[in-house]
């Protein structure tokens, strides 16, 4: 059973940073794609970013490129997301979930699965 476990939420200030991490149990994802996703109360649930197994290709929202940086430590089996010069609308629950096929490039909230339970962010102005 695959279980992906986010951590690092919290409420901040416009122009402050968070890291977010995802923890992944159950089994390893080499080959696999990891992304994180975002939720606004409201709002349907967003792309943010992906990265592959090798951390050698990444793709971001528009409105996070640049502020964000995604990232792996595979020996940990954990994903990060950097996330500095917060803006309130950042404010949402973040997700992270793996695809469904290795080796898989896509944005696609429907390509992704294991979703964890999410971490909130809320971002002050």
């Known amino acids: 059973q695959v279980q992906l476990v986010e951590s690092g939420g919290g409420l901040v200030q416009a122009g402050d940073s968070l890291r977010l991490s995802c923890a992944a149990s159950?089994?390893?994802?080499?080959?696999?794609?990891l992304g994180w996703f975002r939720q606004a109360p409201g709002k349907e649930r967003a792309f943010v970013a992906f990265i592959t197994w090798s951390g050698g290709w990444t793709s971001y929202a528009d409105n996070v490129k640049g502020r964000f940086t995604i990232s792996r430590d595979n020996a940990k089996n954990t994903m990060y997301l950097q996330m500095n010069s917060l803006k309130p609308e950042d404010t949402a629950k973040y997700y992270c979930a793996v695809t469904k096929r290795p080796s898989f490039l896509t944005r696609a909230l429907t390509d992704f699965g294991s979703w964890g339970q999410g971490t909130q962010v809320t971002v002050s102005s």
């Open positions: 159950g089994r390893t994802f080499d080959g696999y794609t």
